[in-house]
């Protein structure tokens, strides 16, 4: 079936180091979303990519979206132990557009 | 000011038992979700409901009854419980078909011992 991939599932940076992460589709998105979930929280919304290569800023946080709409990227600019946390993708399939989220990505931060 | 409330926050029970969870949500969405996440993290959907109707139901087992008696409610009801049961479950809403930035409840950790 459809999928979003997310790998790989845990990474450790030093605090002040840029992080990147990336995310995949198996089929072609109309939107990709992404969400953090801090330790012992829930998923918290952060963003929405639609359009061919688009990028989008929040603070240190850039994402973009890829040419294709098939894959989609975060990067973390001099990371911040405030930072840590799991980090979701999630974009619609299937028939019903179901918000489908990848396997997450945890961030560890360390001081 | 709570915009997707789950109750109770903590469930701990005995095989077999039957057990609900509760969802309310105060933000005027139409539409509202049943996710699991397991201890791997990952988030499943299992329901969701439009306007009290039924759009999503993945493959759950049938011990899990979804209930929406307006659109501000989504309770989870699961009978004979499971040790495979044990997650957390999060309650979500958004608005719209579109169905962009769910807000999801503080999640329902459920623990069948």
């Known amino acids: 079936g459809q999928q979003v991939m997310q790998i790989p599932q845990y990474q450790h940076v030093q605090e002040g180091e840029d992080f990147t992460t990336y995310c995949n589709s198996s089929?072609?998105?109309?939107?990709i979303q992404w969400y953090k979930q801090r330790p012992g929280g829930h998923p918290v919304f952060l963003i929405q990519?639609?359009?061919?290569?688009e990028v989008k800023k929040q603070k240190r946080l850039t994402f973009q979206f890829g040419e294709a709409k098939k894959n989609s990227s975060l990067h973390i600019t001099a990371t911040q132990t405030t930072d840590v946390g799991t980090y979701f993708c999630a974009g619609p399939t299937g028939a019903n557009s179901k918000l489908t989220f990848g396997k997450g990505i945890t961030l560890s931060v360390r001081p | 000011d709570t915009a997707v409330s789950q109750t109770p926050k903590y469930l701990v029970t005995q095989m077999g038992n039957d057990k609900s969870i509760k969802c309310e949500q105060n933000l005027g969405h139409d539409t509202m979700y049943w996710y699991k996440q397991d201890s791997k993290k990952f988030l499943k959907i299992m329901f969701s409901?439009?306007?009290?109707?039924?759009?999503i139901n993945e493959t759950v087992p049938n011990r899990f009854s979804p209930k929406s008696p307006d659109k501000a409610h989504l309770n989870l009801h699961i009978n004979s419980l499971e040790l495979g049961d044990s997650a957390v479950y999060f309650c979500?809403?958004?608005?719209?078909?579109?169905?962009?930035?769910?807000?999801f409840g503080s999640g329902t950790r459920l623990t069948v011992v």
């Open positions: 979500a809403s958004s608005q719209g078909w579109d169905r962009v930035g769910y807000t």
């Open positions: 409901y439009n306007n009290k109707e039924l759009i």
């Open positions: 089929t072609t998105l109309s939107n």
């Open positions: 990519l639609v359009k061919s290569g």
